[in-house]
């Protein structure tokens, strides 16, 4: 198969939000780009999904985030309860203050929805949208990437790999592989009128976390209050036993069995029929390999505990096109330069997002002294997010 003639500038592998927001913000930029994606259609797996100030002053630029906040839910508050005894820990007003405070909103919204927005973006500025087409290989030369893939060889100044957790790019510069937390998630999301019972008002103004030892449950309100989302997340008894399989519902049950009344209320409003398993990666500080480099999770996947999966993702692609800007079209520099930035910033990430989770989990004594520690922080107080939401 010959290769085909460069009609691109950039082709992204990998058409989730990660490869949707670097198409997007480098046709902005004046790139012709295609996105290949292996699946038959653009669509995400999952329910809801939480967009801090980072990722929404982005969005904002790019001219995306009125209607992401017209799909999506403005919380009122990020509220930390105890899942044991229920009672509330601490929480952070999200409302004209933080907005003015770091320049965004906070917003919450289902994942397809986003996903919808970023496609019908990345349509308006000329984006070449392929679905069905899975990439085997990428090789990079002097001046040009070579993409293998099932619609044949193409090529382009630069390839991004955006394929996921497992990408098949990645290998070309690191060995390791995904590390297996022993947390398993379920998730739910349903319109409000089939629930058992309607969500109070806090309920579904309010994004709130149980956290609890070894597990922890997350509500909110998606679609303008129709919808409620539910996640949660415990270490697996059947992981620690060494079983190949686990993490089934009755794990779910049996790790829950000692939380309060809302939170095995709301163990109701899950989809029981599939669990996720959760990993990351140890962060790595190549991300480059000649004319290709990583972004989102092929990158930096991380767990989820400071829902900064895809805002990350998004910086990604707002870095990446600004590189590309200031490089006057020097790839080899601008990916350098790219790469340069977010390693670091990822990496503070993801290593942040391991400690927090341990927080979230702890029991006995440190449970004690976490909630107290937790009770003792005045609401205004944003020194533990201002590296995070003001970057």
Not at 186 to 214: M, N, Q, S, W
Not at 274 to 296: C, E, Q, S, Y
Request: proline share 5%; glycine share 10%; aromatic share 8%.
């Amino acid at each position: 198969m010959t290769v085909s003639e460069r009609d691109v500038d950039v082709i992204v592998v990998g058409g989730g939000i990660g490869g949707l927001s670097s198409a997007l913000a480098l046709a902005r930029s004046g790139r012709r780009v295609r996105v290949l994606e292996r699946a038959p259609e653009f669509a995400e797996v999952g329910a809801g999904l939480q967009i801090a100030p980072n990722a929404t002053r982005i969005l904002r630029e790019w001219g995306v985030l009125d209607e992401v906040i017209g799909l999506g839910v403005l919380p009122r508050r990020l509220v930390f309860r105890d899942a044991v005894d229920g009672r509330e820990l601490t929480h952070l007003p999200l409302g004209e203050e933080f907005v003015a405070r770091y320049g965004g909103p906070y917003v919450v919204i289902h994942r397809s929805d986003l996903l919808g927005v970023l496609q019908r973006a990345c349509d308006r500025a000329g984006v070449d949208l392929v679905p069905n087409c899975e990439v085997t290989d990428v090789e990079t030369a002097q001046d040009t990437a070579v993409v293998r893939s099932a619609a044949g060889v193409q090529r382009a100044d630069v390839a991004i790999g955006a394929d996921g957790l497992r990408s098949r790019l990645r290998a070309r510069l690191s060995d390791d592989e995904p590390v297996n937390s022993g947390y398993v998630a379920y998730r739910g999301a349903f319109p409000v009128e089939e629930l058992e019972t309607e969500p109070d008002e806090r309920a579904l103004t309010d994004v709130v976390a149980y956290i609890g030892p070894g597990c922890h449950l997350v509500q909110y309100s998606l679609r303008g209050g129709e919808m409620f989302n539910t996640v949660a997340v415990f270490r697996s008894p059947g992981f620690l036993r060494g079983e190949a399989e686990y993490g089934g519902p009755e794990e779910l049950d049996e790790v829950f069995a000692g939380a309060c009344p809302q939170v095995r209320h709301g163990l109701r409003s899950l989809w029981r029929v599939r669990h996720w398993k959760m990993f990351d990666r140890v962060p790595v500080p190549n991300w480059v390999d000649g004319r290709m480099a990583l972004t989102g999770d092929a990158a930096h996947p991380m767990l989820q505990y400071l829902a900064q999966g895809a805002c990350q993702a998004i910086e990604d692609a707002h870095c990446l096109a600004a590189q590309a800007a200031a490089s006057s079209g020097d790839w080899p520099v601008a990916l350098k330069e790219y790469e340069r930035v977010r390693t670091e910033r990822t990496a503070r990430v993801q290593t942040s997002a391991r400690v927090w989770g341990d927080i979230w989990h702890v029991d006995g004594v440190a449970r004690l002294l976490r909630n107290e520690l937790f009770l003792s922080r005045e609401p205004g107080d944003h020194k533990h997010v201002d590296w995070l939401y003001g970057a």
